[in-house]
């Protein structure tokens, strides 16, 4: 059992930053991929980020590319997302969740563990 939570999240102006964190239970960190999801009202939950178990591949999915950056530390059994130049389509809630496998996935289905979410919220 995992329980994940996130914290950072905040209003910000557009291209400004903000940095999330999402802290898990558990002494198994390193035995689980992290994911970042987010979901903006009225819209399915989406993809943003994943990272491998050792933090040694990221992935993202194209809306987000180079703009953030998926992290973690297994000694603080935390997964970061650094967002910047952030823009107003960038506000929704975000989630954090951990996968019981060494790769991640882009699938919400294929995550075993959720976070309650952090409102993120860019004013233009």
């Known amino acids: 059992q995992v329980q994940l939570v996130e914290s950072g999240g905040g209003l910000v102006q557009a291209g400004g930053s903000l940095r999330l964190s999402c802290a898990a239970s558990g002494r198994t960190f390193s035995s689980y991929a992290m994911g970042w999801f987010r979901q903006a009202p009225g819209k399915e939950r989406e993809f943003v980020a994943t990272?491998?178990?050792?933090?040694?591949?990221?992935y993202y999915a194209d809306s987000v590319k180079g703009r953030f950056t998926i992290s973690r530390d297994n000694a603080k059994n935390t997964v970061y997302l650094q967002m910047n130049s952030l823009k107003p389509e960038d506000t929704a809630v975000y989630y954090c969740a951990a996968r019981t496998a060494y790769a991640g996935s882009y699938s919400i289905y294929n995550y075993d563990y959720w976070g309650q979410g952090t409102q993120v919220t860019v004013s233009s």
């Open positions: 990272v491998i178990w050792d933090g040694g591949r990221t």
